[in-house]
């Protein structure tokens, strides 16, 4: 079991402080902070919302945004709204960029204080905790709830029935008026909550904080947002969020609701003061400096650690870390668990993950705020105190000596591809469903860690969503490049059952220089290698063009959905100047490569159906009777003659001829594997097959399928797959239509009583990319840079080819016979030019069992993509 005791300050944390970037005065207590990519906002003690700029510094603006002190601030995550609550009950809603007050809220209760306040974008929905303990809602979108401005139930116009009241023949107290009040903008729409949009008593104690969630728990689903709340009776609960209220009075419907899900901490009355949340993980901030670190699936609490001296007001989690800030003045870097997961759903290293790494006195105060932010490739963190001041420090530089170097980064790359490759994302299996989903918040989650502004786009029904992210680079935005990389997180099955595996293929091995588990070539490991590369470019501050990332959760099943959805977002996605993609191998274990030509695919399923059911072949069978499997037989029979030629009409016409570039191309290839390998001969004989399996078409007839069980019977239904792989020039909708009239017209001399159906299950184009271009001189130039020096490995076997690379060989540029929808569909959507880099070798063996990738083509690859997504 993890150890629960707290544990006192001399727990050996380093006490070294960041780089202060800058220290922001003002003339009040900092109680409240938020970021967005242009501004810094604190909330004061004087109801004030002071605005610096992020990127000078310059104080831009101080608005007078409550009569009292401003408790709390919530950027939202699409950076829409900015909300603030105060030591008042209302609740504001600005413009971050304009600073405009675009709402203003109230309850119809006494509330008293309104310490949180939280945004759900899927609702369009603010939440707030109070001090009389409700938790309240309403709707923005919702019109019954706005009122005027001069409405009767507005809480400065309102009676209170304490401090309005009087006695007998006594008089009532004037309310009091500063000068401050009437600099408070007007905002331009005031909403009234409903009187039902309230859950009183949601805690037992103040509700001091609040976080909306994503699919923290495997009671939701991983995109449904949850409502987290703590408050002072010690509880964290989770709220189910819902559009449907409830009826009453006279008929009228609350917009909303919230339902709990489940409570944690039940047996602890220290107040929640902060929280976190970190996909199933949760961290709750207490008094006395308590950090907690809860498991939601299980509901256990893993950890309980002595972080500070005084109450843990703030949390952030940020870069991969936890942040956090206590009233002793301390501020202190977490590492995290990053969901390392056994068999039994919890952690078992949770006690070496979750440790401080770095611990420094950041006030001679009391730390009340905080907030994490990028900017300029710097990875910020802010402390407010009430010593009147907002801290920024620098802090990517605070590595410790576990972190230090070249290695440690790679480490870090190791236990993402690690935690990666844990979850089973089979998309072609229902019963993985779930797995997929945690695969692809894990990615996302990572994302964020390092720095990107993630979305997830629903490909629609039960298929996966494609997880889209994007890193911006640091020049104006005219001026930047827009690179596409595009991945696939699915992975196909991994048969365990005849023992083929010599490893967990869910569990990360490291072995003789490889590394072993499914999906680590295909598709996992490049997607982190060029991940970690956009983190160096921003380490480095260096990455000046915006990078973007599309991994989708369904290219093992076809990609389905992921066109539709595309063509939905291309709005979000915005420019693309080149497509980038790295999901296959070379042609040896020896030589990089270069793809630009992948053949396009063309699925059908051919049924022949009787209006008969299954019969007897001894006592229905005669030559008077059209038998299904037969017809099929006979019709597939004409799709092709003894030399493997198509004989659909038209079926070869358009196909491109071979260039004489072209044609000293594939002798090059033939002539350096042969080299390698003088088993692959001769060269003719290779340069044909070569241009047989990447340039020709070709039709394969997969597998029969008849109804009915096996023995003497004559099938009523007999179905046979057909696939068509397709080469430039060839029309994929040309094909399907040439396809279907000649299977029709041939089935109908037959003069058959059975019936013939075709169905196209899926389709994709052929794509031929420009090997002179400018990417792929760009992808040239980095292959032969990174693999310019051969290592001391391949120095000591005589590596042949590896030193003729080191002499300034260009890689390889080959061809693929195989098909990958979303490179086509990618490609003609943004209009931009794409380019393939082979990450892997020829025998990882993608799709086989024991697959694995070469631990120096990872490192390689890294490399390559930081040139690549620098230079272009």
């Given at each position: 079991m993890p150890d629960l005791q707290p544990r006192e300050l001399d727990d050996g944390c380093p006490d070294s402080a960041p780089n202060q970037l800058q220290e922001l005065q003002h003339d009040g207590s900092i109680l409240s902070i938020a970021v967005s990519d242009e501004y810094i906002f604190a909330g004061t003690s004087k109801g004030e919302i002071a605005v610096w700029s992020l990127g000078s510094y310059q104080l831009v603006q101080t608005i007078q945004a409550h009569k009292r002190s401003v408790l709390c601030l919530h950027l939202t995550s699409d950076n829409k709204y900015l909300l603030s609550s105060a030591c008042e009950p209302i609740i504001n809603v600005w413009c971050p960029k304009t600073f405009a007050r675009l709402y203003e809220i109230y309850s119809t209760y006494d509330v008293g204080d309104v310490f949180s306040v939280v945004y759900s974008p899927q609702r369009d929905t603010v939440y707030f905790g109070t001090q009389t303990q409700y938790i309240q809602w309403v709707s923005l979108k919702d019109p019954a709830r706005r009122v005027s401005q001069d409405s009767a139930n507005h809480p400065d116009k309102r009676q209170h029935r304490f401090f309005d009241s009087r006695a007998v023949g006594g008089t009532s107290t004037p309310r009091r008026t500063e000068e401050h009040y009437a600099l408070i903008p007007r905002a331009q729409a005031v909403l009234e909550v409903d009187s039902g949009a309230v859950l009183q008593y949601a805690h037992y104690g103040w509700v001091f904080c609040m976080r909306i969630a994503r699919g923290p728990s495997v009671l939701v689903d991983p995109e449904e947002?949850?409502?987290?709340?703590?408050?002072?009776?010690?509880?964290?609960?989770?709220?189910?969020?819902?559009?449907?209220?409830?009826?009453?009075?006279d008929g009228e419907r609350v917009t909303g609701d919230i339902q709990e899900l489940m409570v944690l901490g039940e047996d602890d009355s220290e107040s929640v003061m902060s929280l976190e949340v970190d996909g199933s993980f949760l961290y709750a901030g207490k008094l006395r400096g308590i950090i907690e670190l809860w498991d939601i699936d299980t509901k256990q609490k893993l950890r309980v650690i002595k972080a500070h001296d005084g109450n843990v007001n703030t949390l952030k989690m940020s870069f991969g870390l936890l942040w956090s800030a206590a009233t002793g003045g301390s501020a202190s870097k977490h590492s995290t668990v990053h969901y390392g997961r056994d068999s039994?759903?919890?952690?078992?290293?949770?006690?070496?993950?979750?440790?401080?790494?770095?611990?420094?006195?950041?006030?001679?105060?009391?730390?009340?705020?905080?907030?994490?932010?990028v900017h300029q490739n710097d990875q910020l963190f802010m402390t407010g105190a009430n010593d009147n001041t907002v801290r920024v420090w620098r802090v990517n530089g605070m590595q410790t000596p576990a972190e230090d170097g070249v290695e440690a980064s790679d480490n870090m790359m190791l236990k993402s591809l690690e935690d990666f490759v844990s979850y089973k994302t089979i998309s072609s299996r229902p019963e993985f469903t779930e797995d997929c989903r945690k695969g692809a918040t894990f990615l996302g989650s990572l994302f964020k860690r390092l720095g990107a502004q993630v979305e997830m786009l629903s490909t629609g029904g039960l298929h996966n969503p494609i997880v889209f992210a994007k890193f911006s680079g640091k020049l104006p935005a005219e001026e930047r490049k827009r690179i596409l990389f595009y991945g696939h997180y699915d992975v196909v099955p991994a048969d365990t059952k005849a023992g083929n595996w010599q490893t967990d293929p869910f569990k990360l091995k490291g072995q003789d220089g490889y590394l072993?588990?499914?999906?680590?070539?295909?598709?996992?490991?490049?997607?982190?290698?060029?991940?970690?590369?956009?983190?160096?470019?921003?380490?480095?501050?260096?990455?000046?063009?915006?990078?973007?990332?599309?991994?989708?959760?369904?290219?093992?099943?076809?990609?389905?959905?992921?066109?539709?959805?595309?063509?939905?977002?291309?709005?979000?996605?915005?420019?693309?100047?080149?497509?980038?993609?790295?999901?296959?191998?070379?042609?040896?274990?020896?030589?990089?490569?270069?793809?630009?030509?992948l053949r396009g695919v063309l699925h059908a399923t051919v049924c022949i159906d009787s209006k008969h059911p299954d019969l007897h072949s001894g006592v229905d069978g005669s030559n008077m009777l059209s038998e299904p499997l037969t017809d099929l037989t006979l019709l597939l029979s004409k799709l092709k003659d003894r030399k493997n030629h198509v004989n659909i009409p038209g079926f070869y016409d358009g196909i491109l001829s071979v260039t004489q570039e072209e044609e000293l191309r594939y002798d090059e290839i033939a002539s350096l594997l042969i080299l390698r390998n003088p088993s692959n001969g001769p060269v003719e004989a290779l340069k044909r097959s070569l241009m047989a399996r990447w340039r020709e078409p070709n039709l394969t007839i997969h597998r029969y399928n008849v109804s009915g069980p096996d023995g003497s019977l004559i099938s009523s239904h007999a179905t046979a797959n057909v696939s068509i792989r397709l080469v430039p020039g060839q029309d994929v909708e040309d094909v399907i239509n040439s396809m279907r009239e000649f299977l029709r017209s041939e089935f109908a001399e037959f003069e058959s009583e059975n019936t013939l159906t075709i169905r196209i299950d899926n389709k994709a184009e052929p794509w031929l990319g420009v090997p002179g271009n400018y990417i792929f001189r760009t992808l040239e130039a980095a292959v032969m840079k990174a693999w310019a020096s051969p290592s001391t490995e391949e120095n000591r076997n005589g590596n042949a080819a590896a030193a003729a690379l080191g002499k300034g060989r260009k890689p390889l540029y080959i061809r693929e016979g195989g098909s990958i929808p979303p490179i086509r569909i990618l490609e003609k959507e943004f209009n931009a030019p794409a380019a393939h880099l082979p990450c892997g070798q020829a025998s990882d063996g993608g799709h086989l069992h024991n697959e694995r990738l070469r631990y120096l083509n990872l490192t390689k690859s890294r490399e390559i993509f930081k040139t690549v997504f620098s230079k272009l």
């Open positions: 947002e949850v409502l987290v709340s703590g408050g002072g009776d010690g509880t964290i609960k989770l709220w189910k969020l819902s559009d449907e209220g409830t009826e009453y009075g039994n759903g919890t952690s078992p290293t949770v006690s070496q993950k979750y440790q401080c790494l770095n611990r420094w006195k950041a006030h001679d105060a009391k730390i009340l705020s905080s907030a994490v932010a072993y588990g499914r999906g680590v070539s295909d598709n996992k490991g490049p997607i982190i290698a060029a991940l970690y590369a956009v983190s160096d470019l921003l380490q480095d501050r260096e990455l000046d063009s915006d990078i973007l990332f599309v991994i989708e959760g369904e290219e093992e099943s076809g990609s389905r959905g992921f066109q539709d959805t595309i063509r939905r977002n291309k709005g979000l996605i915005g420019h693309v100047d080149y497509v980038l993609l790295a999901n296959s191998y070379w042609l040896d274990d020896d030589v990089p490569c270069l793809t630009y030509g």
